[in-house]
């Protein structure tokens, strides 16, 4: 699904665009400037995360960062480039969220409750881990 929404943005030219920087480039288009933490909470990541993400889309020219109001902090805002596309990105993100309704209106079992039933599963065994086990009982590994 992340391949086919990237090559929505690669047909439409939005340069430097990951699928995975939208959320957080609509969240501060609709918010504002924001610190680094601020920006984690708001779409529940961690700051070291976030940390890596902002550097991430900053290098791509969506974002930069500006002192905060302590040596510590950065804010983060929308570059120019950013400015020119989150009006496109936010409406993928609702025709995404449509497609996504209409498949789950097609399939017995809900998108969503597919996400929370391996999410919880990874919580009893991490994807690691259930790698790992295998992993060890193949010679080809060893």
């Known amino acids: ?6 090559r929505l943005y690669r ?3 939005i340069e430097g ?11 501060l288009d609709a918010r504002g400037p924001m610190t680094i933490t601020e920006l984690a909470e708001s779409v529940e990541r961690t700051h070291s995360a976030m940390s890596q ?6 290098a791509a020219g969506l974002v930069r960062t500006v ?3 302590d ?7 929308l570059t120019a480039k950013a400015k020119r596309v989150v009006g496109r990105l936010a409406a993928e993100w609702r025709a995404t969220e449509a497609a996504v309704a209409e498949l789950e209106a097609e399939v017995p079992y809900p998108l969503t ?18 790698i790992a086990e295998r ?5 080809a590994w060893r």
Do not use: C, N, W
């Open 1 to 6: 699904m992340d391949a086919d929404i990237d």
């Open 11 to 13: 047909e439409a030219r």
């Open 17 to 27: 665009l990951k699928t995975s920087f939208v959320m957080e480039l609509i969240r």
């Open 53 to 58: 993400k902002v550097s991430a889309m900053r």
């Open 67 to 69: 002192a905060g109001s």
């Open 71 to 77: 040596a510590r902090s950065k804010r983060v805002t």
């Open 113 to 130: 409750r597919v996400v929370a039933d391996i999410q919880e599963a990874l919580g009893r065994k991490s994807f690691h881990d259930r």
């Open 135 to 139: 992993l060890a009982e193949d010679p």
